[in-house]
């Protein structure tokens, strides 16, 4: 991929996770510090102690399914910064069928 085109991608990225984090926080409510998108070669999103969300650019060419789940994922880490049981309660709040998201990410490759 070109610097073009990346620089494309991250912006879209950027649009796509800061509308989608504006309508899902109406129901969490949860402080957030900064919003970035970078190109990240193993991971989704990423969440900081600090309040900071790191999102891969990838996310922009996810069905919106799939990106919503990679965004409210790390949102629901400022409010339980853990993947314990209360965690995965405060994302089927909003996305209830999360378990068979989580296996078709399985299917799914960073590249
Ligand atoms: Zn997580």
Known sequence: M???EFFYYKN????????RISYFNVFYNLKI??????NQKTRW???SKKGNLNFNYR???LPPHLADYVIVHELC?????NHSVNFWKLLS?????????KSQFKKIRIR
């Open 12 to 19: 879209t990225a950027l649009e796509l996770v800061k509308s």
């Open 93 to 101: 709040k909003t996305i209830p069928d999360y378990k068979k998201i």
């Open 59 to 61: 996310v922009a060419l």
């Open 45 to 47: 999103g990423s969440c």
């Open 33 to 38: 510090n900064k919003i970035s998108v970078k």
């Open 2 to 4: 070109g610097k073009r």
């Open 77 to 81: 880490h400022l409010g339980e910064f």
